[in-house]
């Protein structure tokens, strides 16, 4: 069988591709990108680094100038769009035939992001019950799939795969309450007209996919032209569109699986007994032509059109959306104070995320296997399921996020970040020492 031809590019493109599928690598561009910000938040260059991001963008027509906003703005609510899009894919595929489709399976998971998400609010409520500082709650309520994913699949086969479905299970339960979180408690004021647009371009991307249209332009189309631009002018934030319209994207299959192989069988037999047009130049023949596109057609037909974006869309959110999202927002000066370590915000955050993550995640699990409601997943044992409370105080992304939307005051933000590194440093570290050294049932 003749090889397949490689190009002196491939010697690259090859050991990036390897490198992008493996599941521990977005963990590590990240921790990479946090190293890279916290160096330029403390060098001779700070200035010019945070100054960087205050620079306004914004489209010019006629004289007027339309969604002017700074780099940061166009990164938190622009850029990580697309993250919570695939966020949203995900919820999709999960709730429709994955983990959570299953109501019993489900049910472990969605219990023990529950507990991970309202104990950790309760305890930071605990420290700062009135203020603004009162408007942090959210942020010690989400985890951080990329990282806590990242420091699990480093472990290899020391951890069983139902371990890694359950971790990832409580993370997407956990991202879906955050977003509800920031829909409900962190939107600004509201305008109903540009809300009511926003709500008319996704009912039309809904009957476009009960109409059975799959063409992916068109949902690219209406969702950022649409629903994204009408839901940044109405005050309710932008990234909550990014998940509706993930939710419209159609998750069905147009081809039967045995009904794709028949017939692409059928295809690549036609192709192998059909001589090219120019055996030396290994041209195709018009019919050949014909067959792939054929051929093509069909495996769009029984690849459902939420797994395509997703597929595609991923590696574009974890290696580009959410690495300059963390050089945008973890930059934070080494210059603190005993009193910023010791605020308020800081050690609500930190004992939120560190403390109220592993009592909320442990303890509903226990709780629901002791009332026999559900029953731990196989290879899941009391210090695994210690280990994965741990990596789920991972809060980074999420948490950022929802610090820049809880305060403006800078001091609360640097507070907030800080607390938010000294748990995700402590959890992640932690929770792989315990799984690392608990290897057998």
């Known amino acids: 069988m003749k090889k397949q031809k490689t190009y002196p590019i491939d010697k690259f493109v090859y050991p990036v591709q390897t490198f992008i599928r493996q599941e521990k690598s977005s963990g590590i561009i990240l921790g990479i990108c946090v190293v890279i910000a916290l160096f330029l938040a403390n060098s001779p260059w700070s200035e010019e680094y945070f100054h960087f991001f205050e620079h306004k963008l914004g489209f010019r027509f006629d004289g007027k100038t339309y969604l002017e906003f700074s780099i940061h703005h166009w990164i938190n609510d622009g850029l990580m769009a697309i993250f919570f899009f695939v966020v949203g894919l995900e919820l999709k595929r999960e709730i429709t035939g994955g983990e959570l489709s299953n109501p019993r399976k489900a049910m472990l998971p969605i219990a023990a992001a529950l507990g991970g998400m309202l104990v950790p609010a309760g305890i930071y409520i ?44 409580l993370a997407i339960v956990d991202d879906l309450g955050a977003v509800l979180v920031i829909a409900f408690f962190y939107t600004s004021d509201i305008s109903v007209f540009n809300l009511f647009i926003g709500f008319a371009f996704i009912s039309t991307m809904y009957l476009g996919n009960k109409l059975g249209i799959r063409n992916l332009f068109f949902y690219a189309i209406l969702g950022i032209a649409g629903v994204w631009t009408a839901f940044l002018l109405s005050g309710v934030h932008a990234t909550i569109a990014s998940v509706i319209a993930a939710f419209t994207i159609p998750a069905d299959l147009r081809i039967g699986k045995n009904d794709y192989i028949e017939k692409v069988q059928k295809y690549l037999a036609y192709i192998k007994t059909t001589p090219t047009a120019n055996s030396k130049k290994s041209a195709l023949s018009e019919s050949q032509l ?39 927002n973890t930059g934070v000066s ?17 004992l939120g995320l560190f403390a109220g993550k592993v009592i909320g995640v442990v303890g509903t699990t226990l709780l629901l296997v002791k009332l026999k409601l559900a029953s731990f ?54 929770g792989y020492l315990i799984l690392s050294k608990n290897k057998t049932s």
């Open 126 to 169: 605990l420290f700062n019950s009135t203020g603004d500082v009162h408007k942090g709650w959210g942020i010690p309520m989400a985890t951080d799939i990329a990282f806590a994913l990242g420091v699990l699949y480093l472990l290899g086969k020391k951890v069983p795969l139902s371990l890694k479905v359950f971790l990832t299970a």
């Open 290 to 328: 014909d067959t792939l596109v054929e051929i093509k057609r069909n495996t769009n037909l029984a690849i459902p059109p939420l797994q395509r974006l997703e597929h595609t869309l991923h590696p574009l959110a974890t290696f580009l959306v959410v690495p300059i999202f963390a050089l945008a």
């Open 334 to 350: 080494m210059h603190v104070s005993a009193g910023q370590l010791l605020s308020s915000v800081t050690i609500g955050i930190t």
């Open 377 to 430: 997943p196989e290879g899941m044992n009391f210090m695994r399921l210690l280990g994965l409370g741990l990596l789920a105080s991972i809060g980074f992304t999420m948490s950022l996020f929802i610090t820049s939307l809880a305060f403006t005051n800078p001091d609360y933000i640097i507070e907030a970040k800080i607390g938010i590194f000294s748990a995700s440093i402590l959890g992640g570290i932690s």
